[in-house]
């Protein structure tokens, strides 16, 4: 009999330590459990019961490198290991020819994410300045703005995910490579596209959008430097 999973219902305060594997070739160009086509090269991985999608902090404890990736996927199913990296991922861990490391891995909420660009994740502290709502789109660096694209709120946790993975779908459709985010806010999952630091890319999501059975998304526009 298989082994069953029970997926989290929060990835807040998840720490473990245990065995990472990696997967690539075969699985390249599938879709994932979010729908997306699984990129080897990009830094994503699979995990058995966090949330879909959540960001850890992954480090390699043989040699102390450590990485934030987004868990996209699920796997890996096996007992005596705890996350399953993309081959990307493993290559930045300095575990790919070797197969499998001993790491740790620690959720990390998404407002301490930003995006690097280049498929990496960057780590920021989180700031305790301004609005809860503020700090918590305090991706990039303290020059520069970024725009979200808000698609709509939730009330209920279960519709959020939902919705969160149509949006993806058709994100992915129309190869608008945006990360999509549930950020809870004034009781409701605001289902956020973003950071988005080109505007001339923004006002056009925004047009798609308002085209779409999506409707109008609100703008909200974030200056650090405020």
Do not use: C
């Amino acid at each position: 009999m298989g082994r069953t999973y029970n997926v989290r219902s929060t990835s807040e305060g998840y720490s473990q330590v245990g065995i990472a594997s990696w997967y690539g070739k075969q699985f390249h160009g599938r879709p994932t459990s979010t729908m997306e086509p699984f990129d080897m090269y990009a830094i994503s991985a699979a995990h058995p019961s966090l949330p879909i999608p959540t960001y850890v902090r992954v480090t390699n404890l043989e040699n102390n490198e450590s990485i934030i990736v987004r868990v996209n996927d699920r796997g890996p199913f096996h007992a005596d290991r705890i996350i399953d990296l993309s081959y990307g991922a493993a290559v930045r861990l300095g575990f790919a020819k070797q197969g499998t490391t001993q790491v740790k891995v620690e959720a990390v909420a998404p407002y301490q994410v930003r995006w690097d660009g280049a498929n990496q994740f960057g780590y920021q502290q989180p700031t305790q300045q301004g609005s809860t709502y503020e700090s918590a789109y305090r991706y990039g660096s303290n020059n520069q703005r970024f725009v979200y694209l808000q698609a709509g709120a939730y009330v209920d946790s279960q519709s959020a995910q939902k919705a969160l993975n149509r949006l993806q779908q058709w994100l992915v459709s129309r190869n608008i490579n945006e990360p999509v985010h549930l950020i809870f806010n004034d009781g409701y999952q605001k289902l956020h596209v973003g950071p988005i630091q080109d505007f001339t890319m923004a006002e056009s999501l925004k047009r798609q959008l308002t085209a779409s059975p999506w409707g109008k998304p609100i703008w909200i526009e974030v200056n650090p430097n405020r």
